[in-house]
Structures are given as C-alpha cells and as structure tokens.
C-alpha cells in the first residue's frame, strides 16, 4: 500500500436535471487531473434525494455510466457516487465505482430510508462488496447503511487471509442538516471500530423538496480524528490518507483479534 489522494466533491446537486448536473460536476472535476487517485461525488448526485426521480432512471447502459467512465479516463482517477438505476424489475440507488480503464463495479443501497418512503419505491440491495484500487481494498456504502453498523462491520481473516476485509470505507450521502449532528458522530463511529479510514461526502445547498443541507463532510482516520472536514459551502478538497500510519495502528492496537464473529442474513 501507498499513501491514497482521495479527492472530496462538496456540491449543490440541482433538482431533477442529470444533464445539467453532469455538466455542474465535470466542472468541478476537471482541475483534480494528475493530483487524485480517488473521486467522490454525493448520492443521487444527478438528480438529489427524490422518490419522484424513479421516472428518470437510467439503466447501466444509459448516459451517466458513459459519462463517469469519460471523466474517470480523463482525469486518471477513479470516481465513485451514486444514481438512480433501473435494473430488470426494480430501480436501485447504485453506488458506481469507475476505474480509469472503464471497469465499473457496483453496490446497491441496501437501508432504504424508510423515514421518506424511499423503501416503498427503490428496491433494496443485499450485498456488500470490496473494491481494489491502487493498493487499498474499498468498502463502497450509501447514507442511511451509515446508521447500520453490523452490514458496515471490518472482519478480520474473513475476505484476506490474516487481514482485514478493507482499509477505506466510503459514504456518499444527501444528509440533511436536520441531523448533521448524527452524520458527524457515527463517521467517527464507523472509523474506530473497523479500524480504518472513513470518507463521508454529503451535498449542500437546498433541494426541491426544500430540505437544507449543510456538508459537513469529511475524511476520519483510524482514531475518528477528522484529516479533513468542510463547512456549508460548494468546496472540493483532497486529502492524502498515509497507508504507513494505518499498518502501524493496527499492529501495535489489534482490536480486530477480539472482534466477534457473526454472519449476515
């Protein structure tokens, strides 16, 4: 492992508009060439959080997915966030993972938000996955699975002969500012009990169903100390995550040796 450049896009999603919102966002990726290795965008980032958007889902072969493909070649860098996908019979919030060669790999919101019905109309996945990157194994997730902690859970000598499953784990969100105060304490939560670096990325400004939205997103390490955190505001910011320091804390605190085994359902 090599340290991790890991590139945090903060934006203001527009309200049902994937085509402006491709264009607001390559916008803001553009400048990160040859300076990141890993880009996030927020969830739902081409429409925001609406039930009502399910009428514009795209398929995998639909213009978002050719579009972070592009944008990944471009900028040599992987990119992840999540959209609205139809797939056979029902419509998925998909977390995408693009790699600059093209290769897509998926995950499917498995906590729908009950709280806004989004249970009622998306269908819920059921698996988590790991993505390798330059070194790092991934573990991709989407909002409301931040409250869930046993699906998100760093198991040792499970996925890698006597290590654990991953080494980041990443939540794209649309958090609304209502419970920022949750979204800040349970990153730092997810962070000290996998042992790992935590990358949190929600959108800001206000959307059609007139929810605030405030940011506060950030990149947490092994202790829950924030490397980085922004404010309310429209900001990209890349932090570099030091891999040397992440071997070292679980050599010398191997909390993952005490952990309970369990399976999921």
């Known amino acids: 492992m090599k340290n991790l450049r890991v590139s945090l896009i903060q934006g203001e999603t527009r309200w049902h508009d994937p085509a402006g919102n491709r264009d607001y966002y390559a916008d803001l990726i553009e400048p990160l060439h040859n300076t990141t290795d890993l880009v996030i965008l927020p969830e739902t980032f081409t429409s925001g959080f609406s039930n009502d958007a399910i009428g514009d889902a795209e398929t995998m072969d639909g213009p978002t997915v050719e579009w972070l493909r592009r944008q990944a070649d471009s900028i040599d860098a992987a990119i992840c966030g999540s959209v609205q996908i139809r797939d056979g019979e029902g419509v998925f919030n998909r977390m995408l993972f693009v790699k600059p060669d093209g290769e897509v790999q998926t995950y499917d919101k498995r ?29 991709p997730q989407v909002c409301y699975d931040l409250r869930f902690p046993v699906f998100s859970r760093n198991r040792f000598n499970v996925e890698r002969e006597g290590l654990l499953d991953y080494d980041l784990l990443i939540y794209v969100a649309n958090w609304p500012s209502a419970r920022s105060h949750a979204w800040k304490t349970l990153l730092r939560a997810r962070a000290i009990e996998n042992l790992c670096f935590v990358a949190g990325l929600n959108r ?56 309970d085994a369990f399976a999921l359902t």
Not at 252 to 258: G, T
């Open 111 to 139: 906590h729908l938000f009950r709280y806004a019905r989004e249970n009622e109309r998306y269908a819920a996945g059921r698996d988590r996955i790991t993505v390798e990157w330059k070194g790092w194994r991934i573990c």
């Open 204 to 259: 800001v400004g206000t959307d059609g169903n007139g929810l605030q939205y405030r940011g506060d997103s950030a990149v947490i390490d092994f202790q829950g100390r924030p490397l980085s955190e922004c404010t309310d505001e429209e900001v990209v910011v890349t932090t570099v995550l030091p891999a040397r320091e992440l071997l070292a804390h679980r050599a010398h605190f191997p909390a993952m040796l005490d952990a």
